[in-house]
């Protein structure tokens, strides 16, 4: 089931810079209290996504020295519930609001957060190198992760079907995106097809361990692993038109051309204004340039961004 499609050869990217650049006499004449330039807070972060961030925020520090902005890893479920509680300023997470979350808005509309899309990784499916398939089929993953059998006569080199292995448990974002992403919402992985191990790095040695289990990740945790391989995998649009099956590459997620992309929002406890630091931040890092850059280096297209791709010459 192998196929053969090139990536494109240039993908290039233009930046929309941001509005968050401040003079050096605005920053000397920044007070004591709290504003969107100066200040103390601590982001709770996404812990899958917490090693993307630090090139940006080194910019940051160096931009706003009157700022003292601390990411903190945080479990994403209990970081939720925080933030919907309105007892958490900001969080990075790179998921939407899960069922249960949307419920409790739905019951409350005040719980309502303002929120801005940082940009989207992807949730890839990996595997040994000695797993006998480099091509699988989305929908075959979303019945396996359902719970439904007969999917394994589709592969037959498989001796069973797959464990799919993910970091962290039910409170963290990659299984908050296997219920959103590959689910749809309409109903959670079934229990004996998942196993969880404590991080991503754990997750590919269990992956080499394992035979034919498959690894649960973001695009920008394996873009550049040697270890493991991604599937590529084949779909179908919302028209009913077959996508066959490409490269897990930053260059197809952003043309569209790949079945399970992630959202990363910024979230907020309070309407951005001048006197928040958290807006402040939120501004700087969804908006500057050079800050996006780190972010399309480490494999996450930015939300606030243009892109030119050169396609190869036929």
């Known amino acids: 089931?192998?196929?053969?499609?090139?990536?494109?050869?240039?993908?290039?990217?233009?930046?929309?810079?941001?509005?968050?650049?401040c003079t050096e006499s605005a920053q000397k004449?920044?007070?004591?209290?709290?504003?969107?330039?100066?200040?103390?807070?601590?982001?709770?972060v996404d812990p899958e996504i917490l090693g993307i961030l630090?090139?940006?925020?080194?910019?940051?520090?160096?931009?706003?020295?009157?700022?003292?902005?601390t990411l903190v890893s945080s479990d994403v479920y209990t970081t939720m519930d925080r933030m919907l509680n309105h007892t958490e300023r900001i969080a990075i997470i790179a998921r939407d609001y899960t069922p249960s979350e949307d419920s409790a808005i739905a019951n409350d509309p005040t719980d309502t957060l303002p929120r801005t899309l940082l940009g989207r990784d992807a949730l890839v499916?990996?595997?040994?190198?000695?797993?006998?398939?480099?091509?699988?089929?989305?929908?075959?993953?979303?019945?396996?992760?359902?719970?439904?059998s007969g999917v394994r006569?589709?592969?037959?080199?498989?001796?069973?079907?797959?464990?799919?292995?993910?970091?962290?448990n039910a409170s963290g974002s990659v299984y908050g995106n296997i219920v959103n992403v590959v689910l749809g919402k309409k109903k959670t992985p079934a229990h004996e097809r998942i196993a969880s191990v404590p991080d991503h790095d754990s997750v590919v040695r269990a992956v080499q361990a394992i035979p034919g289990s498959i690894g649960v990740g973001y695009l920008s945790q394996i873009q550049r692993d040697t270890m493991v391989k991604p599937l590529r995998l084949s779909y179908t649009n919302a028209d009913g038109t077959h996508e066959w099956p490409k490269p897990v590459?930053?260059?197809?997620?952003?043309?569209?051309?790949?079945?399970?992309?992630?959202p990363i929002w910024v979230y907020l406890r309070d309407l951005p204004n001048q006197h928040n630091l958290p807006s402040g931040f939120m501004q700087y890092i969804t908006r500057n340039g050079d800050a996006l850059k780190t972010l399309f280096a480490?494999?996450?297209?930015?939300?606030?961004?243009?892109?030119?791709?050169?396609?190869?010459?036929e």
């Open 1 to 21: 089931m192998k196929t053969n499609v090139r990536v494109p050869a240039i993908l290039a990217l233009v930046l929309v810079l941001g509005l968050t650049a």
């Open 29 to 44: 004449d920044a007070s004591q209290t709290e504003s969107a330039l100066s200040g103390s807070i601590s982001v709770s």
């Open 125 to 148: 499916f990996f595997v040994a190198k000695s797993f006998p398939y480099d091509t699988m089929n989305a929908n075959h993953i979303r019945q396996w992760l359902g719970g439904e």
């Open 54 to 69: 630090t090139s940006a925020k080194v910019l940051y520090d160096k931009a706003h020295p009157n700022a003292s902005v």
């Open 249 to 262: 590459h930053l260059s197809y997620l952003i043309m569209g051309k790949y079945p399970f992309p992630v």
């Open 153 to 168: 006569t589709s592969y037959p080199k498989l001796l069973k079907d797959p464990t799919f292995i993910l970091s962290g």
């Open 298 to 313: 480490a494999g996450i297209e930015p939300a606030y961004a243009k892109f030119s791709l050169t396609m190869p010459e």
